[in-house]
């Protein structure tokens, strides 16, 4: 009896260890699945409090990005030449933040996951001739002095 005793709890033991370990991997693949779709905050969500005055905008720049927790890329050339710029904001989103930073400049930002780029901002005219499709054409002729 004691025998018929013992192999039951020992299937019992061995169903229970299968079936936590079967809902482990279940639990940790669904955290796997759900962790590669969300993406981070956006520019709009962050909130941060910035006061800063006469600072180069590398400056500006570095201490937003602490303060965001995101990362921030650009080409030291272009920002190099902004020098005396000021940004106060309390509590304000980030959007708004660089908004008010890049608004004299000829910068611009771009988002994309983590990632805060500061680029040139381009000019209507560029956008305007960027649009306007391109035809190869042939010119044939004969090309002659005015001496002659």
């Known amino acids: 009896m004691k025998q018929f005793i013992w192999c039951h709890l020992y299937a019992i033991r061995k169903t229970m260890r299968t079936g936590c370990s079967i809902f482990l991997l279940i639990s940790l693949g669904t955290q796997l699945l759900f962790a590669g779709a969300l993406t981070g905050q956006t520019a709009r969500e962050i909130k941060i409090d910035v006061q800063l005055e006469n600072r180069s905008l590398h400056d500006i720049l570095t201490e937003i990005e602490k303060k965001s927790g995101l990362s921030f890329v650009y080409n030291d050339k272009l920002v190099a030449e902004y020098r005396q710029l000021s940004v106060s904001a ?13 608004k004299n400049t000829k910068l611009s ?8 780029i500061i ?3 381009e000019t209507p005219h560029q956008e305007i001739i960027n649009d306007i499709p391109i035809q190869q054409i042939t010119i044939q002729g004969k090309v002659t002095d005015d001496k002659k």
Do not use: G, T
């Open 119 to 121: 680029v040139e901002k």
């Open 109 to 116: 930002y771009l988002q994309k996951d983590n990632l805060i």
């Open 90 to 102: 309390n509590r304000q989103p980030l959007s708004v933040v660089l908004d008010k930073v890049l």
